[in-house]
T-cell receptor
């Protein structure tokens, strides 16, 4: 019973490039949450998705960031034209339903922008 | 805006010591509080607390919630070097769609 999978685990990009982060939820989970963790800080919510729907993107920066969770395949967090301040660990979590229950986290993707 | 504050920020103890980590919160419409342990990878779930005064226990770890005073504590007895990690506290607000996390407590257990 695989847990939440994220890839890549580490990603290096130069300023201006695009970063694509992938998340496959636990089997049977249809709700996905993305969080960002800056160095020495706690996790900050970015976006909450169900299959084919964005439920809450109140934590997502208005520009350059987008997320999707298609009917087939993983959820993707996309950052366009990355800047140094985007360097962080991006964690994905999943839950079976959206009823404010335990979330299970993936290992994270550590993005470094040069 | 919901707020979660953890203390201390960091803590260094020796193996065998007992530690108490604190988490206080301000939430519009509290539902539950969760504790996670984060080593150099995914935060792993420890406890979910919903009711006041009921201790949850797992081995050497235990946690309790006080909904009147708006805080929770996580206790670790007879600490081991493997307990070294960042411990994260998070709350669910009934009105929101996300967990709100505190900044974490970094625990280092020395042999």
């Amino acid at each position: 019973n695989a847990g939440v999978m994220q890839n890549p685990r580490h990603l290096v990009r130069r300023r201006g490039q695009e970063a694509r982060l992938r998340c496959s939820p636990m089997k049977g989970h249809s709700h996905v949450y993305w969080y960002r963790q800056l160095p020495e800080e706690g996790l900050k919510f970015m976006v909450y998705l169900q299959k084919e729907n964005i439920i809450d993107e109140s934590g997502m920066p208005k520009e350059r960031f987008s997320a999707e969770f298609p009917k087939e395949g993983p959820s993707i967090l996309r950052i366009q034209q990355v800047v140094r301040g985007d360097s962080a660990a991006y964690f994905c979590a999943s839950s079976p339903s959206g009823r404010r229950e335990t979330q299970y986290f993936g290992p994270g993707t550590r993005l470094l922008v040069l | 805006e919901d707020k979660v504050v953890q203390s201390p920020l960091s803590l260094v103890v020796h193996e065998g010591d007992t530690v108490t980590l604190n988490c206080s919160y301000e939430v519009t419409n509290f539902r539950s509080l969760l504790w996670y342990k984060q080593e150099k990878k995914a935060p792993t779930f420890l406890f979910m607390l919903t009711s006041s005064g009921i201790e949850k226990k797992s081995g050497r770890l235990s946690s309790i919630l006080d909904k009147k005073e708006l805080f929770s504590i996580l206790n670790i007895t007879v600490t081991q070097t493997g307990d070294s990690a960042v411990y994260l506290c998070a709350v669910w607000d009934n009105a929101g769609n996300m967990l709100t996390f505190g900044g974490g407590t970094r625990l280092m257990v020395k042999p």
